[in-house]
C-alpha cells in the first residue's frame, strides 16, 4: 500500500497543490487546514509521515512538531516555511523534524526529502523488530557458554549481590552487565557507567565521587559524581583491573559503608547502589603482583560471570553473523545480503582477537562495501585482516555445492639429499638462470591457481602480489586460466 503523507498548512492552494503532486508521485495523502486537525488525524489513524507549515494561525508549527514528537515519536515530520530562517530550522530540528525545507518548494527536492525520511523510518523499524528478535538478554548465541551465562544472569540479576564479570576486550561485558540491571528490582533505577581505564588517574575521584565548587582549579561548580548518578540504580565500572591503587581503598569504603565525600566536600553521602564491575584482566595475577587490592577483590567478585571469547564458542558465529548482516543493511539503508556457504566458512575460520566487537565492525563493513546480493568467498577474504591463517578451502562437488571444508595447499616434495648437494637440487645446463627462474615461477603459479580453483584475486592474495602484476607475471609466463595443475 503506498505510504499515507498528512499534509498541514492554512493556505487551501497549497494543500491542494502539494496533494496533487505528491499523488502523481504515488502517495496517498490526508490534508488539514490547521494544527489541531492534524493532531486530530494522527490520533485516529495511521499516517507514514507529515509535511507541515511552520507559519499557522492557531497553533504554530513548532508547536504541532512538539506535540506530535510526544504523541508518535517515531512518526517523521517534514517541516516547510516560506519565511525559513536558520534559527528555525534549528529548533524545528532540536524537536524532532527529520528536515526542514523553504517554499517554493521544488518538487524534486520534496521527494527526495520525503522519500528519505520514509527510508530512514522504515530501517529504523526493521533495526527495533531486530533488536527484538535478538534473542534473551539482548545477547545472540544458543551455544552452551551462552546458555551458562544466560543462566547465571537470570538467577543472579534478581539478587543484590555483586557482580564481577571477566573476559577478553570486545566479549560483551556490557552488554552482560546491562542484562543483570534490566533483569533486577533496581530496573527502573538508572544504569551508570565508568572506564575505569579512560579516566586520568588525577580525574578518576572525582569522577565516582564527585567535587564541591572549588575544590581544585577547574571545578567552577558542583559535580555530582558517578555514585550519586546511579543511586538506588546500577553502577558499571568497566576495567576495573585499571583502577588506581589510591583510588582502590576509597571505593572499597564506599561499598563497605555505602557513603562517600565529595573531593573537597565535608557533607557525607548516603547512596544506595550496586556495582557491577568487570575486567579484562586476571585479577588474581595482579593480586600477586601487589597491583590490585585483595581485600577489594573480594568485596565485588560476590558472583563471577566469565564472558569467553569468540574463539570459543564458534557454534554461535553463523547466528551472529547473521544477525549483525541484518542489523548492518538495515542500518546503513542497503538492501538485504545472503551470506554463501563458503563466505560463512572463511568468516568461521577466523580467530576474531576483536571479538563480537571485532566481528559486528567487519560485518558493517562486509554490508556497505558488498555489491551483493549474495556475499562470496572472495568478498569475505577481502574483508578479514591480511596476515591471518588461510581458511581451508572447499573443494568442487558433483552437484556444484561447495563444502564448508576442504584440504589445505600441498606442500611441495622434499627431495633426498645426495652427496656434495645436501639441498637435492639439480642445476639445469641446458637452461639459462632466467629460464629456470621463470619455470619454477610458472610452477609456484600453476599450483597456487590449482589451489583456489582458479581464482586469480586469490592466488595473488597467497603470493602477496597486486591483482595486476599477478596477470603481468601469467602473461609473460604463456600462463592462462584453465592451465593449473591439478
Known sequence: ?????????????????????????????????????????????????????????????????????????????????????????????????????????????????????????????????????????????????MQRIFSLIQRTAPSEGRVLITGENGTGKELIARALHQNSRRKG????????????????????????????????????????????????LDEIGDMPAAMQSKLLRVLQEGELERVGGAETLKVDVRVIAATNKNLEKEIAAGRFREDLYYRINVVQIHSPPLRERREDLPDLIDTFLREACAKNGRRPLALSPDALAVMSAYDYPGNVRELRNLVERLAILCEGPVVSRTDALELLPRGRPLPPMPEPTVGGDVPAVAAPLPAPATPEPTGANPGGWKPRVDQTFREQVEDAEREIIQRVLAHTHDNVTEAARILDLERGHFYKKMKALGLRRGQSES
Do not use: W
Not at 522504515?122 to 534473551?136: D, H, I, S, T, Y
Open 189 to 236: 533505577g538508572p544504569f551508570v557507567k565508568l572506564n575505569c581505564a579512560a579516566v586520568p588517574h588525577d580525574l578518576i575521584e572525582s569522577e565516582l565521587f564527585g567535587h564541591e565548587k572549588g575544590a581544585f582549579t577547574g571545578a567552577v561548580s558542583v559535580r555530582r559524581g558517578k555514585f550519586e548518578l546511579a543511586h538506588e540504580g546500577t553502577l558499571f
Open 1 to 145: 500500500m503506498p505510504a499515507a503523507v498528512l499534509i498541514v498548512d492554512d493556505e487551501k492552494n497549497i494543500l491542494l497543490t502539494l496533494s496533487q503532486s505528491l499523488q502523481l508521485a504515488g502517495y496517498r495523502t490526508e490534508l488539514a487546514s490547521s494544527g489541531q486537525v492534524a493532531l486530530d488525524v494522527v490520533s485516529a489513524r495511521p499516517v507514514d509521515a507529515v509535511l507541515m507549515d511552520v507559519k499557522m494561525p492557531d497553533m504554530d508549527g513548532l508547536t504541532v512538531l512538539a506535540k506530535l514528537t510526544a504523541l508518535k515519536p517515531d512518526l517523521p515530520v517534514i517541516m516547510m516555511s516560506g519565511h525559513g530562517t536558520i534559527d528555525t530550522a534549528v529548533k524545528a530540528t532540536q524537536l524532532g523534524a527529520r528536515d526542514f525545507l523553504e517554499k517554493p518548494l521544488a518538487r524534486d527536492k520534496l521527494l527526495v526529502a520525503l522519500r528519505n525520511a520514509l527510508k530512514h523510518q522504515a530501517a529504523m523499524e526493521e533495526l527495533e523488530e531486530l533488536r527484538a528478535q535478538l534473542g534473551r538478554f539482548d545477547m545472540v548465541g544458543g551455544g552452551p557458554a
